[in-house]
């Protein structure tokens, strides 16, 4: 099951899910390369433009809280890694509502998921169908297809938002000054460390860090990249900086990174194109539902100031309002504009209305909004001043 299938199955969708017609198969030539800066549409003045505040997306928020508590909190104690795959959208959700509001309840209930799936961890030895049975603590998944086996994926898709909740604490001068909320961080984070990165590092990094697609790949650019910020050992830093950088630029043993896959849109000028295949420019690209993740990284990238620029948000920005969502309740499934698909930019897309309050304001009128969409939609709002 696609991520776009299993958040739909996961939250409450309060405002509806559009339905949509079939397009035409896309085209497989080649894409041509960016020689030259893309042309930058100018973004909102801030202010010329009124937008929903943070309470009016806190109040849309509100209306899945019961839902996760009944939904999340019983999915955190579980100990297969394909139901925190699942769980990461309420983690990024609770996270994008207390950097919204700065109120500690949605603080608690996030640190409350990471302790659980922290805590339900296991050794590798003691995991019947694990091929590492080594000395760190994971977690066997039962998805199909995977036989128990642990699986790099599910924990990379849940701990970016992990690590990405302790950069919050960490940013938080009051939380981090509080002894109660200092001590859980240090256990979180000395959990990433070693029992995440660590792990696949040690597991082979070729295979498990630098994986064979762009957003796979990306998942681990924003651990990384997080733990840089927040780790107290100078030579974990240099590490984790090293895959961001090898990443972004050049991903080992292919000929490629973020930056290099980037083309022009064959659909729109000022937009970005690329494939989800390392060194690959064919089209149709990267499809939506998976650019998402691209997408939570990059944005996270340029918030730090690494790598990542206002022009490369530009772009990415043009190609969610003119490529991908070109109409009201048309949606594409791929990034050059081909096929059709059914809106869900909780999970990345979303999180470009924090750099232009043209596409904020277009956000606003999205009819699939989720939990993870509205708290996401809240803290855009915090940054643009609304």
Not at 183 to 208: M, P, Q, V
Not at 218 to 227: G, K
């Amino acid at each position: 099951m696609s991520e776009r299938a299993r958040v739909c199955r996961r939250s409450v969708l309060l405002l509806g899910l559009v339905s949509l017609t079939a397009a035409s198969a896309p085209p497989s030539n080649e894409v041509t390369p960016v020689m030259t800066p893309l042309p930058v549409a100018a973004a909102a003045a801030p202010g010329s433009i009124r937008l929903r505040s943070v309470a009016h997306w806190t109040t849309v928020f509100e209306q899945s809280w019961d839902y996760q508590t009944r939904t999340s909190l019983p999915m955190s104690r579980s100990t297969d890694s394909w139901d925190h795959y699942d769980l990461s959208y309420s983690l990024d959700a609770c996270t994008a509502m207390f950097r919204a509001t700065d109120e500690r309840r949605y603080l608690d209930r996030a640190l409350e998921i990471v302790e659980n799936v922290a805590g339900s961890a296991v050794a590798s030895s003691s995991l019947p169908s694990s091929r590492f049975k080594d000395r760190y603590r994971g977690w066997a998944s039962s998805a199909s297809g995977q036989g128990g086996e642990e699986v790099p994926l599910y924990e990379s898709y849940f701990w970016r938002y992990a690590t990405a909740l302790l950069v919050a604490v960490r940013e938080s001068p009051a939380v981090y000054r509080d002894a109660g909320y200092r001590g859980r961080y240090e256990r979180l984070l000395s959990f990433a460390e070693e029992h995440i990165f660590d792990k696949w590092n040690a597991r082979g990094a070729g295979e498990n860090i630098y994986r064979e697609r762009t957003h796979m790949a990306a998942h681990w650019a924003l651990i990384s990249m997080n733990l840089a910020r927040i780790t107290a050992d100078p030579a974990r830093r240099a590490r984790y900086r090293q895959v961001v950088d090898n990443i972004d630029q050049h991903v080992p043993g292919t000929r490629s990174g973020l930056r290099a896959q980037l083309r022009r849109n064959p659909a729109e000028a000022t937009a970005y194109f690329w494939s989800d295949v390392w060194g690959s420019a064919r089209r149709p690209g990267q499809d939506v539902s998976h650019g998402n993740g691209v997408m939570a990284y990059v944005v996270e990238a340029r918030d730090h100031g690494r790598f990542w620029t206002g022009a490369d948000m530009a772009a990415f920005s043009q190609l969610l309002t003119k490529v991908i969502w070109p109409g009201a309740t048309t949606y594409r499934e791929f990034v050059d504009g081909t096929g059709a698909d059914n809106g869900w930019f909780s999970d990345g897309f979303v999180k470009l209305g924090r750099f232009d309050p043209a596409v904020q304001r277009r956000l606003e009128d999205h009819r699939v909004v989720n939990d993870q969409f509205a708290a996401n939609m809240a803290f855009n709002a915090r940054v643009l001043g609304s």
